[in-house]
């Protein structure tokens, strides 16, 4: 199918990652910091939208996946004490990543096989519970800090890190859902039925789109923990799972772009609202209400429409700004 | 014996809607299955293209049994469906849909072969081809139900309530593609109709069911005189 990204196109944004993670230092602290948490907000709703948005398959318990992760990946950097720096501290974390994936993707397994008999509503309540089991099970284990939080994490975490990952991801979904084979994950979320009469292995798809959603999910956690340092099991809670949920759903599901864009503007929007202080959350809520009311398709719809955008910018030099809204 | 269907059971949890109806399709042919609403024939289809599960009794095509496998299995041995309700993919456009029917397919040149050719038979769908499936009206989606199935390239073609809920006139024209189907590509039909009389008239052979059970059966046109039929299927008073 059409608009199949190159191989070319991740090796460049892995270059374009190494490059700028070159100059991170001259980015102020505060700034450096929203746009890490826009690249792991990018990556946890990009694998969240495989599952919701091209599977079809409502799952709240993104942030049980991302606990997994954040966790596994801990363990295993503290206890072989790497410290940031070191030669041996880039396999090293790589290894840890990927192992918090493969931990959260297992799990990804397990959510993914109820999916297979539970549908809308029942689905997304059986998720929202296995994903808070994985937060209170982890606040019982005492080696991980229990409910004190798990500290002295190495910063490990830099620009190239979370942004080759969001290349990654980005590119791994996209080649997967444009694909011929890809579209069972599209003929899936609109008849599952149909799916099956036309030879579409329902169960295949969702089972994919479970344990990709989870292992990418994972990393996102690993590389949030060796940002922040410091974990704690109510960092993973039901809310966070809900704020991945609303980027994907203003994004728009199924539509990559747009829920990229969502997923930056939902990280940037609270900070954005700190000069209003106290109203900001309320703010953040009634802007919510607004933009599901008037787009309930999310800001972008199912696919953003370049083409249309380019004419309609060369054709008024100064474009309104009106916004999408 | 292409399609051989032996003393098959299918129920939603208490509820039995067949209870053991056999029933055999021959190579070319059109079957019709027709009845009123609750006789089981949509049922018994659903479990040919194994979108139900029967609970009981054994399907076998061409000599192979198939009762226990998953849907998209039995689409791979040669029967596709168009489903009841026609069940289009509502946000993927009519080519899209089309192509999704040649899922399981990987001769490209011969996709596009048969694409014209469905183009040609319903050449309404070749207007609407870049809109989404859940755009097109009630008519255009049971030809792109019927034009999906058909790009499986099935040697069995079930059809269920082709003439569900959409214009009279189109019903005709709809039917009439059924048979061109059956003569030009020589796809054997499994059709399940309420409306009888239409079904009778491009049939070769019809079961009639009743309450789970086959009823009666034999040729379509000796059906389509019995007394009985045309009283309790077709309205007419002799």
């Not at chain 1, 490059?19 to 990009?46: D, E, K, T």
């Not at chain 1, 830099?158 to 890809?182: E, K």
């Not at chain 2, 491009?202 to 389509?224: D, F, M």
């Amino acid at each position: 199918m059409k608009r199949h990204l190159s191989k070319l196109y991740l090796l460049l944004a892995l270059v374009a990652a190494a490059i700028i993670a070159r100059y991170q230092s001259s980015i102020g602290p505060y700034y450096f910091q929203i746009i890490m948490y826009i690249g792991i907000n990018v990556i946890l709703a990009s694998s969240l939208n495989l599952i919701n948005g091209f599977a079809g398959q409502f799952s709240l318990g993104h942030a049980g996946f991302m606990a997994l992760g954040a966790y596994t990946s801990a363990v295993i950097t503290t206890s072989l004490h790497v410290s940031p720096g070191t030669a041996a501290s880039y396999p090293v974390f790589a290894l840890a990543l990927i192992c918090g994936g493969i931990v959260a993707s297992v799990f990804g397994l397990l959510v993914g096989i109820p999916s297979l008999r539970l549908k809308g509503d029942y689905l997304a309540i059986t998720t929202l519970g296995l994903g808070e089991i994985i937060r209170v099970i982890i606040q019982s284990l005492n080696f991980l800090g229990a409910a004190r939080g798990f500290t002295g994490i190495a910063k490990l975490s830099n620009f190239f890190w979370v942004y080759a990952v969001v290349a990654i991801v980005i590119f791994t979904i996209a080649n997967l859902v444009r694909s011929t084979y890809g579209r069972g994950f599209l003929a899936v979320r609109d008849d599952e039925i149909a799916a099956e009469a036309v030879g579409v292995d329902a169960t295949r798809y969702k089972i994919i789109a479970f344990t990709t959603g989870a292992f990418f999910a994972g990393i996102a956690g690993g590389l949030y923990a060796h940002f922040v340092t410091y974990i704690n099991p109510s960092q993973f809670g039901f809310l966070r799972s809900f704020e991945i949920v609303v980027m994907v759903v203003v994004g728009g599901m199924g539509n990559i772009a747009g829920v990229i864009l969502a997923a930056a503007l939902l990280t940037i929007l609270p900070e954005a609202l700190r000069a209003v202080a106290q109203y900001r959350m309320v703010i953040y809520a009634l802007l919510l209400i607004i933009i599901m009311i008037s787009r309930p398709q999310g800001l972008f719809g199912q696919r953003i429409d370049w083409g249309r955008i380019w004419r309609r910018l060369s054709k008024r030099p100064s474009p309104p700004a009106e916004g999408k809204t | 014996m292409m399609l051989e269907i032996d003393n098959l059971q299918v129920s939603y949890g208490a509820v039995r809607a067949v209870k053991g109806i056999s029933l055999t399709v021959e190579q070319g042919q059109i079957v019709t299955l027709i009845g009123a609403n609750g006789a089981g024939k949509s049922s018994t289809l659903r479990a040919v293209s194994g979108i139900t599960k029967a609970s009981g009794g054994h399907i076998r095509f061409e000599g192979r049994d198939i009762t226990s496998l998953p849907a998209h299995g039995i689409v791979a041995l040669g029967i596709s469906q168009a489903p009841e309700g026609r069940m289009i993919f509502a946000n993927l456009t009519a080519r899209e849909n089309l192509a999704m029917g040649a899922y399981l397919r990987r001769d490209a040149p011969e996709i596009e072969k048969d694409m014209e050719y469905v183009f040609a038979m319903f050449p309404k769908l070749k207007e609407r081809i870049d809109q989404p499936g859940g755009k097109l009206s009630g008519g255009e989606q049971q030809m792109l139900a019927i034009a999906r199935a058909l790009l499986a390239r099935p040697r069995l073609l079930l059809l269920d309530e082709p003439s569900l809920g959409i214009a009279p006139i189109l019903v005709r024209t709809i039917f009439e593609k059924i048979v061109e189907v059956n003569c030009q590509l020589g796809t054997t039909i499994l059709l399940v109709e309420q409306n009888a009389r239409m079904a009778l008239s491009i049939a070769h052979y019809a079961y009639v069911l009743e309450t789970g059970q086959v009823r009666l059966h034999g040729p379509a046109a000796g059906i389509a005189c019995d007394e009985d039929i045309r009283r309790a299927y077709l309205g007419e008073h002799c």
